[in-house]
């Protein structure tokens, strides 16, 4: 790898020769950017209009997806229960956390940069939570630097492949060029955090500047990612960024935009639009509108997918409502929080298959005649409908607008 100014058209962003100087043409992005505020602004509303009750579940469940979101988007599956355990105790409704210490690590990280979007975002603040990533110094089986940038003498690449046919994606700085580059990135993302959040130390060789909040959150996890300062865990700080970034643009920690989670169901448009973002054109300008619009508009779309579940939420606190004012046994309840629980379909849930007789009496350990009868009950009571008939008879909760994949 050259760490030197190429002779050659540039092949990586940071190659080029106006790099870090990330810019982007405001004027291009102004629909999607009243869009994107269109959708965030009806999302706060609705968070607005409800109780506080209601409230704090919605932020735990949606804090508890977007951790399991953002591991996910690198290939790691987390256990749920943990996630929560975890998520619980960090908002004070549980005396203790999971135990389980690479969880806890996480959230711990997604915590302290919603929760801590007014204090300075420095080197040892993300070397801390790097570190928070991986208890033990190890990922996986493999040891790994914690704690501090990366300092191998090996390329930092981002590869795809079996091995003997990797294919290159992108090719980081070299380590040499980390705490530089680095330095530059943090002068610039605490001079271009909202003026009444500045802090007084901000560096005097990086004016302060006002950007609109997310592009701003666009171009900051771009140039973090091109730098690749850590050895791993990268990706997963990136995010935490960006999270940092939309508190900071609000004034206020925010869990509740969902970024992660938009990313892990489009994480292929994402992985091919960072691609090319950090490809940098060989010559002209470093414009990366395309990539801040695409950002902007996945935004958009995390932004949705959250009023959908703030809504899901006010509809199962709706449904054990109407559960609580009818005189249903264990068995009932046990099934009806099971359904609730697995949502609707559109949100990426739904109780698999439908609800059967047979699932019913497995589910609450009872014969399939008393399992019949309990349906029957609450099909009486109008907490289920049905489809089908026969051995084809499916039952889920008779919630308005959800859709259960009650025939699959």
């Known amino acids: 790898m050259t760490t030197s100014a190429p002779t050659t058209p540039a092949h990586y962003i940071w190659q080029h020769p106006d790099w870090p100087k990330l810019g982007f ?13 269109l959708q965030q602004g009806r999302l706060l509303g ?5 109780g506080l009750t209601e ?35 960090r908002l004070g409704l549980a005396d203790a956390s999971t135990g389980d210490r690479h969880v806890d690590g996480l959230v711990e990280v997604m915590q302290d940069a919603t929760d801590g979007f007014a204090s300075v975002l420095d080197g040892d603040r993300l070397c801390r939570w790097q570190s928070a990533l991986f208890p033990g110094g190890t990922s996986g089986l493999r040891r790994i630097a914690v704690g501090r940038w990366r300092d191998h003498a090996d390329p930092m690449q981002i590869v795809s492949g079996r091995p003997g046919r990797e294919v290159v994606h992108y090719t980081a700085p ?27 130390s901000a560096s005097p060789d990086v004016p302060a500047t006002t950007l609109n909040g997310l ?9 973090f990612e091109s730098i690749h300062p850590f050895e791993d865990g990268n990706g997963r700080l990136g995010r935490a960024i960006v ?70 939420a006010l509809d199962k606190a709706a449904f054990r409502q109407r559960m609580s004012g009818l005189a249903l046994n264990a068995r009932q309840i046990k099934v009806l929080m099971r359904l609730l629980e697995a949502g609707s379909s559109e949100l990426g849930g739904g109780f698999l298959g439908g609800m059967t007789a047979d699932k019913y009496g497995k589910i609450s350990a009872t014969s399939k005649a008393t399992a019949t009868r309990d349906l029957a009950e609450l099909l009486q009571h ?10 084809a008879t499916r039952y889920a909760v008779n919630v308005a607008g959800w859709n259960q994949p009650v025939t699959r």
Request: net charge negative; glycine share 6%; hydrophobic share 50%.
């Open 46 to 50: 609705l968070l607005d209009a409800i």
């Open 55 to 89: 409230a704090q579940e919605i932020t735990r469940e949606l804090w508890v997806q977007e951790a399991v979101a953002t591991a996910a988007i690198e290939g790691e599956q987390l256990d749920l229960a943990a996630v929560r355990s975890s998520v619980a105790y």
């Open 243 to 312: 999270d940092m970034a939309l508190a900071q643009d609000v004034g206020a920690p925010a869990r509740l935009f969902g970024m992660s989670r938009q990313l892990l169901v489009s994480r292929g448009a994402y992985y091919d639009a960072l691609s090319q973002a950090q490809s940098g054109p060989p010559e002209g300008a470093l414009d990366v509108t395309p990539w801040v619009q695409w950002f902007v508009q996945a935004f958009t779309r995390s932004c949705i997918l959250s009023q959908a579940a703030v809504k899901q």
């Open 215 to 223: 592009a701003r959150a666009a171009v900051a996890h771009l140039w």
């Open 382 to 391: 109008g907490l289920l409908r049905v489809e089908g008939v026969g051995k």
């Open 25 to 37: 043409d405001a004027q291009a992005l102004a629909h999607d950017l009243n869009q994107a505020r």
């Open 174 to 200: 070299a380590s040499s060029r980390v705490a530089g580059e680095m330095a530059r990135f943090l002068a610039w993302f605490e001079a271009t955090r909202p003026a009444s959040q500045r802090a007084a």
